[in-house]
Nanobody, 128 residues
Framework: QVQLVESGGGLVQTGDSLRLSCACAASGRTFSGYTMGWFRQAPGKEREFVAAITDSGSSTYYADSVKGRFTISRDNAKNTVYLQMNRLKPEDTAVYYC???????????????????WGQGTQVTVSL
């Protein structure tokens, strides 16, 4: 069983920064074996891919809308994945979800179907 707990969301102004954290508690297979992703969902919209990082942290992937502004990273010693968000825009407003792939399924890393565990989400609101 895997539990993911996000934190760090809040209300900020355009151009501000936030860092989201996702702490992972897992029994059995360790956090360092999971591909981790961040997704977001705005009201009335489908959940969309934001960023992902492979188990070792050697590869990262970003949605075009956040490339150059957001950075995903992980600390396997702390069982935590981060999303540093800079130069935030109102269109970044959404609930942000952390997700873990514990099965290593052969599915695009940008697809929600790849991930079998999800956190409860943390709200990010960017005002004008």
């Amino acid at each position: 069983q895997v539990q993911l707990v996000e934190s760090g969301g809040g209300l900020v102004q355009t151009g501000d920064s936030l860092r989201l954290s996702c702490a992972c508690a897992a029994s059995g297979r360790t956090f360092s074996g999971y591909t981790m992703g961040w997704f977001r969902q705005a009201p009335g919209k489908e959940r969309e891919f934001v960023a992902a990082i492979t188990d070792s942290g050697s590869s990262t992937y970003y949605a075009d809308s956040v490339k150059g502004r957001f950075t995903i990273s992980r600390d396997n010693a702390k069982n935590t994945v981060y999303l540093q968000m800079n130069r935030l825009k109102p269109e970044d407003t959404a609930v942000y979800y952390c997700a873990a792939d514990s099965r290593m399924v052969v599915v695009p890393i940008t697809s929600p179907a790849k991930y079998d565990y999800w956190g409860q989400g943390t709200q990010v609101t960017v005002s004008l």
